[in-house]
């Protein structure tokens, strides 16, 4: 059995800077036509000549791939009308993160719902930048991304015509928010569609499946998996691949993330093919994304087929999800 995919796309990708970047780079740039590229370096990128320059940086680690890396800044609400209309050429949106609710978002939002921000969210709103938000309270683990849903709706009414897309979603509750607002959109990653917090934490510690939103309960993994099986419109394939060094996440203080990037088509075939709904997987992970963002990737032919694949342990320093497992789908071809 076989599936050809058209221009997959990565609607949240960490790519990382430097060493790390040569690593993985090249390895979503082999299987996806583009990908939103996440903005959180160290120090973020917050300027034209930042997003510039790491763009640069990501095609020389691309090498001859067909790969356009898709730009995004990080929310600032000092970012004025003048400043994001010279901007929007070169980003396809602005990740906003609450301070210090993740990995290298300490100069985030401290206070989403304040005044503050409304300069900046009504420029993107009237330049049409897409508004993309890591949407987590400060509250109790499980409980942080429900709590985090009025802070979306209020967005989604106070700027009905910005395009919201809520991030690496993980409960159900999110799933019923983005049917109350036309505005608002969501990626879903493939940890996310696998795991609950069962895998993570149910038995010995998996600090490789350890990420930000901690993965949840059966049902709400039942809720995602309901919306991204049938492709529903306003969900689209985003990774949240987020590599770590193995150092950094086998030790006293686990890094958030999880390395999908390697495996992420032949696993979403294997999910897809295992609940009988291949034909919605081009949608998934490339037409909805399209559509919401507008956008028109170049042209990237993905043929996977139904053939043992053993996961490599580890892609320079990081260890991959489901390393040294043998999955079920492989990639056949890229043209
Ligand atoms: C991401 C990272 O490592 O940059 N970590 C994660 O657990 N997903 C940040 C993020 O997207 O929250
Ligand atoms: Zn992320």
Aim: net charge negative; proline share 7%; with cysteine.
């Amino acid at each position: 059995m076989q599936i050809t995919l058209n221009s997959p796309l990565d609607m949240h990708l960490h790519l990382r800077d430097k060493e790390m970047l040569k690593t993985v780079a090249p390895l979503s740039a082999h299987t996806f036509a583009a990908a939103i590229i996440m903005p959180n370096l160290v120090p973020p990128v917050t300027t034209l000549h930042e997003v510039l320059a790491y763009k640069k940086r990501i095609l020389e680690a691309v090498g001859d791939e067909v790969f356009e890396p898709l730009m995004t800044l990080f929310f600032k609400d000092s970012y004025d009308y003048a400043f994001l209309e010279e901007a929007k050429p070169y980003i396809s949106g602005i990740k906003l993160y609450p301070a210090g609710i993740t990995t290298n978002s300490e100069g985030g939002v401290s206070a989403i719902e304040s005044a503050a921000l409304s300069m900046t969210l009504t420029a993107m709103s009237d330049l049409e930048i897409p508004l993309l938000i890591h949407g987590e309270s400060d509250g109790f683990v499980m409980d942080r991304e429900k709590e985090f849903i009025p802070v979306y709706e209020e967005l989604a009414r106070q700027f009905p015509n910005l395009k919201i897309i809520m991030e690496h979603i993980t409960t159900k509750e999110s799933v019923a928010a983005l049917e109350r607002h036309e505005n608002l959109y969501a990626t879903i990653t493939l940890h996310h569609l696998l795991i609950t917090l069962d895998e993570v934490a149910g038995g010995m510690l998996q600090p490789h499946l350890f990420c930000k939103p901690i993965a949840k309960r059966p049902e709400d993994r039942e809720a995602l998996l309901s919306v991204a099986l049938s492709a529903h419109p306003k969900v689209m394939f985003g990774s949240d691949s987020a590599p770590h060094p193995q150092h950094a996440k086998e030790s006293c203080g686990c890094a958030a993330g999880v390395f999908t990037a390697p495996v992420a088509l032949p696993l979403l075939a294997q999910l897809f093919d295992a609940h009988g709904k291949l034909d919605n997987l081009q949608t998934f992970v490339s037409d909805n994304a399209q559509i919401i963002y507008g956008y028109t990737p170049p042209v990237k032919e993905v043929t996977l087929e139904k053939k043992p694949f053993t996961v490599p342990e580890k892609y320079g320093e990081v260890v991959p999800m489901y390393a040294g497992e043998e999955i079920k789908w492989s990639i056949r071809s890229v043209k």
